[in-house]
C-alpha cells in the first residue's frame, strides 16, 4: 500500500466513512483491481501517484492500460474516481469520496 493509500484510509475513518474493500478485482476476465470499491454502489477509488516523476501510469503504455481499465469498469457501471496526492492531502479527495457515496444512497 502507498503512502498516499494509507493517508487516505486514516481519513476514511476520521470523516467516518463506511470501509471499502481494498485491491478489489471488478472484472470477470482480466485481473484488473481498484485500490477501494464499494461494491454494493459500484463506486471505486483509484489513487494516482508518480504525476511529477513519470510514472508508469504517465508514459505511454501504462497510460493507454488504465484507459482500458477505466473504459471496462464503465461498461460495467462502475463510477471510478480517480485522486492524487493534492486532492487528498488538501482534504478535497474524502469529500468527494462523500458526496458520491451519500448521492448513491439517495438513489437507492
Known amino acids: 500500500m502507498s503512502q498516499l493509500e494509507a493517508t487516505l484510509e486514516v481519513h476514511f475513518r476520521l470523516y467516518k466513512v463506511p470501509q471499502p474493500i481494498r485491491e478489489y478485482r471488478f472484472h470477470p476476465v482480466r485481473r484488473w483491481r481498484f485500490d477501494f470499491a464499494w461494491v454494493d454502489q459500484k463506486i471505486a477509488v483509484e489513487v494516482e501517484g508518480g504525476g511529477w516523476v513519470n510514472g508508469r501510469h504517465n508514459r505511454g503504455k501504462g497510460f493507454a492500460a488504465d484507459m482500458e481499465k477505466y473504459h471496462e469498469a464503465m461498461l460495467l457501471g462502475w463510477n471510478v474516481y480517480r485522486c492524487n496526492d493534492e486532492l487528498i492531502t488538501s482534504g478535497r479527495a474524502i469529500k468527494a ?10 438513489a437507492a
Open 97 to 106: 469520496i462523500k458526496l458520491l457515496l451519500a448521492r448513491t444512497q439517495q
